[in-house]
């Protein structure tokens, strides 16, 4: 299996050494067979993705995905329910302009998503401050679950960040003993880690590339406007 491992010049000496020690194992053990960095420049990246950033279409987008927004609110335990009930898409997300570091880390993902269309089997996207913490069951995930996937479907790896809003709308699902929750629409809450395939990755990637949201959101919208079903990993990986 291909990884992409995304991070930034400046932390790459930093970062780089510690995340190819925790992949040796899978490496040595055949797992991953092909590791891609995306560390250029933002300057360099911008020009070769050719992005468009749309200040303007800030609140627009983030009403296209506010039923999805406003669950991950309500699942935050730092927010009264009575309080975040009540929260229009503008009281709870105003627009602003995203910072530098926001556009540098939405170009890396868009460059990974757009490598990842060149791929003929599913790759693994990893931010260069992830922490595997079960060898096992990434194993298991890669060899059972994602070699020879073939469906268009977003696997979110990294579930601890936010609880999931709404687990009615989820099923239960093992797949070699791993369990995932299956929903009709994808919900993303962090790119620190996910797993996506060609189909996946052709049919997104270009709607990326026009964005006005910080990237994790903006995928998000993607996600909702094109239906895509997600398999939410809930055992823990990263």
């Not at 299996?1 to 000496?13: D, E, G, N, Q, R």
């Amino acid at each position: 299996m291909k990884v992409f491992i995304l991070t930034c010049p400046s932390l790459a000496s930093q970062r780089l050494i510690p995340m190819m020690r925790q992949l040796l194992p899978l490496i040595d053990d055949g797992l991953i067979d092909d590791i891609e960095i995306i560390s250029g420049t933002d300057e360099a990246l911008a020009e070769e993705l050719g992005i468009d950033y749309d200040r303007t279409r800030w609140q627009l987008d983030i009403e296209k995905a506010w039923d999805i927004f406003h669950g991950n609110i309500l699942s935050s335990q730092n927010i009264s329910k009575k309080v975040s009930l009540n929260l229009t898409a503008t009281q709870a997300i105003p627009e602003r302009a995203l910072t530098q570091s926001e556009h540098s880390i939405a170009m890396r993902h868009i460059k990974a998503i757009k490598e990842i269309e060149k791929q003929p089997n599913t790759c693994l996207d990893l931010e260069d401050d992830v922490i595997i913490k079960n060898y096992e069951n990434v194993s298991t995930l890669i060899n059972n679950v994602l070699n020879g996937y073939e469906k268009v479907t977003y696997f979110d790896l990294y579930d601890d960040y936010i609880p999931l809003f709404d687990e009615t709308r989820s099923g239960k699902k093992s797949i070699s003993g791993l369990e995932f929750l299956v929903q009709p629409i994808a919900v993303t809450r962090t790119l620190m880690a996910y797993a996506i395939n060609k189909p996946t990755a052709e049919r997104i990637r270009e709607s990326l590339q026009k964005y006005s949201l910080p990237i994790d959101m903006h995928l998000q919208v993607v996600l909702k406007e094109k239906t895509y079903t997600r398999h939410d990993y809930c055992q823990p990986i990263v």
